[in-house]
């Protein structure tokens, strides 16, 4: 198993561009889940998901999109990258509410 | 709402003593849980332990145990016979069981490090 994958690793974008960043899990985990990490800090919740096709805001849900159209894949879209959005992003899979999480090693996200 | 609070920003410990971390919660939901992570200075998160709200016994894992007080609204990590490779970030995280299930909260972490 790869467990939870994430790409890009880094990636360098100009304000106002928009990107996604991929994660995908072969645990059939049917929890997924996106947290920002900002330097010394805890992760912050952005989205996350109970289900192929059902999505839900975290605590920092403004300027990032999400769908769920496999159990496997959780794409993290943002619209128009700003500055703050300077962060590492993680990705995470679980079985349920009680399991715990699996992380992707995380994407280096640099906004200029 | 969820919250999770850890006073502790920075830790140390001698090598092979034992070390307890704190975390405090509070949530309006009747079942949830309770997780320690670790994550080391490479990045990424490891999973440490789990205690459910209605579990009666503490949780342990190893070295690792929860120190579980419902009443008042805590859920230590203690950490035994310390080893230099315990030097890391700590993570305290609460997720929803009914309402908003699966909706995960993290405190800011502990750093603690280990004195050899």
């Known amino acids: 198993n790869a467990g939870v994958t994430q790409t890009p690793k880094f990636q360098v974008l100009k304000t106002g561009q928009s990107m996604t960043l991929q994660c995908a899990q072969d645990?059939?985990?049917?929890?997924m889940s996106w947290y920002r990490q900002d330097p010394g800090m805890g992760l912050r919740l952005i989205h996350y998901?109970?289900?192929?096709?059902?999505?839900d805001q975290g605590e920092v849900p403004n300027g990032y999109n999400v769908s769920r159209s496999t159990t496997e894949d959780f794409p993290l879209r943002l619209l128009s990258a700003a500055p703050s959005q300077t962060s590492v992003y993680f990705c995470?899979?679980?079985?349920?509410?009680?399991?715990?999480?699996?992380f992707g090693p995380g994407t280096r996200l640099t906004v200029l | 709402a969820q919250k999770i609070t850890q006073t502790q920003p920075g830790m140390f410990v001698q090598e092979k003593e034992a070390v307890t971390l704190d975390c405090t919660y509070d949530?309006?939901?009747?079942?949830?849980?309770l997780f320690w992570y670790k994550q080391p200075s490479s990045g990424e998160m490891i999973f440490l332990i789990y205690?459910?709200?209605?579990?009666?016994q503490n949780a342990t894992e190893g070295r690792y145990s929860l120190n579980f007080q419902k009443a008042r609204k805590s859920a230590n990590l203690v950490i035994s016979a310390s080893q230099l490779g315990d030097s890391a970030m700590y993570f305290c995280?609460?997720?929803?069981?009914?309402?908003?299930?699966?909706?995960?909260?993290f405190g800011d972490g502990t750093t603690l490090t280990v004195k050899p």
């Open positions: 205690q459910g709200s209605y579990d009666q």
């Open positions: 995280a609460m997720r929803a069981m009914n309402t908003n299930a699966g909706k995960s909260t």
């Open positions: 645990m059939n985990h049917e929890y």
């Open positions: 998901s109970v289900g192929a096709g059902i999505t």
């Open positions: 949530t309006s939901d009747p079942s949830y849980g």
């Open positions: 995470a899979s679980s079985y349920s509410a009680i399991n715990e999480q699996f």
